[in-house]
């Protein structure tokens, strides 16, 4: 098992910067993805970004250019720049290793004037 603690997310102006920070601890070995996804009302959960041990990075296209996602060992983080009204949703870490996924609770990120 794997557990996950995230933390970052509020409200922030358009424009505003935001920072998400997810902590994993548990059974981690060999190769694993840790990442973000996003879900907002009426829509499917997507990926925002996630990264390799070896700093792989795959990102939305939609995000690309704003985020960055980067950790340090076992703690993933998500600089979000230029945020814009469209990135209002619960964020969600992930961690995944050897077929099985885990997810933190989810943190919410409004992006409103």
């Known amino acids: 098992q794997v557990q996950l603690v995230e933390s970052g997310g509020g409200l922030v102006q358009p424009g505003g910067s935001l920072r998400l920070s997810c902590a994993a601890s548990?059974?981690?070995?060999?190769?694993?993805?840790m990442g973000w996804y996003r879900q907002a009302p009426g829509k499917q959960r997507e990926l925002v970004a996630r990264?390799?041990?070896?700093?792989m990075t795959d990102y939305a296209d939609s995000v690309r250019g704003r985020f960055t996602i980067y950790r340090d060992k076992n703690t993933v983080y998500l600089q979000m720049n230029s945020l814009k009204p469209e990135d209002t949703a619960v964020y969600y870490c992930?961690?995944?290793?050897?077929?099985?996924?885990?997810w933190g609770q989810g943190t919410q990120v409004t992006v409103s004037s």
């Open positions: 992930n961690f995944a290793q050897s077929g099985n996924n885990y």
């Open positions: 990264i390799a041990r070896l700093s």
């Open positions: 548990g059974s981690i070995f060999g190769f694993n993805f």
